[in-house]
């Protein structure tokens, strides 16, 4: 699997957008990113995963470079709940399994 | 939906004991994952089901790990002569046949071997 490069940690005020970014520029053509986010004494959670063109759901929109050689994770209002791990993974969902290789991530930090 | 539940959450034995933990998918699930979970890392991948098949084991898994989806439903993985680096948050997640990109975790069981 192609590997992820992501901060150690950010910082962001409660009610501002966050931008996570995401480096992959060893990433192959069938490789989708996915984001996922672990919450304190928590399993992670799907946040959100796109393959070419930029995603928004309910949670947050994801912005891909037009290289594929990076990608934003963006939360439009980051609340004190958003406070977490956030792991941006590099998968080929066409092989077997599907099983995520989860970096360290970046801790988000969510100041009120 | 009630999500994917294991048990226990907590366990606590002693270096060479024997320990099992169960994971229930949310229903309808067919593939299954373990996870394995150290203080200030990533989930580590262990093993992987479709349905009752056992698809993919990491090198992570040893000889004395073993994982059983029986049926299809619920998952048992079983650690045998534990030792102090089993010691982490084992996690189970699983996914639908149609939405392969989203995985749903349980709360996960906390091993300590002492």
């Known amino acids: 699997d192609a590997k992820t490069t992501q901060p150690n940690s950010m910082e962001s005020n409660e009610e501002e957008p966050v931008h996570l970014p995401c480096n992959h520029s060893?990433?192959?053509?069938?490789?989708?990113i996915h984001w996922y986010r672990q919450l304190p004494s928590q399993g992670p959670e799907y946040v959100i995963h796109?393959?070419?063109s930029n995603v928004n759901n309910r949670m947050a929109s994801l912005a891909i470079a037009e290289d594929r050689k990076s990608s934003t994770l963006i939360l439009h209002r980051a609340t004190l709940r958003d406070a977490a791990v956030y792991y941006c993974i590099l998968r080929d969902v066409r092989l077997t399994g599907n099983q995520f290789y989860f970096g360290t991530g970046t801790s988000l930090t969510v100041i009120p | 939906d009630t999500g994917v539940s294991q048990d226990p959450r907590h366990k606590i034995t002693k270096r060479g004991q024997n320990v099992t933990f169960r994971c229930d998918p949310i229903?309808?699930?067919?593939?299954l994952y373990w996870y394995r979970q150290t203080l200030g890392q990533g989930p580590e991948f262990l093993t992987y089901?479709?349905?009752?098949?056992?698809?993919?084991k990491s090198r992570l898994l040893s000889d004395r790990f073993s994982a059983e989806r029986p049926k299809g439903s619920f998952s048992t993985l079983e650690i045998q002569r534990t030792e102090q680096g089993d010691s982490a948050m084992y996690l189970c997640a699983s996914s639908p046949r149609d939405r392969v990109h989203e995985q749903y975790f349980g709360p996960g069981t906390r091993l300590t071997v002492t």
């Open positions: 229903s309808e699930h067919n593939r």
């Open positions: 089901f479709q349905n009752e098949a056992q698809l993919e």
């Open positions: 796109g393959l070419t």
């Open positions: 060893t990433i192959s053509g069938t490789d989708y």
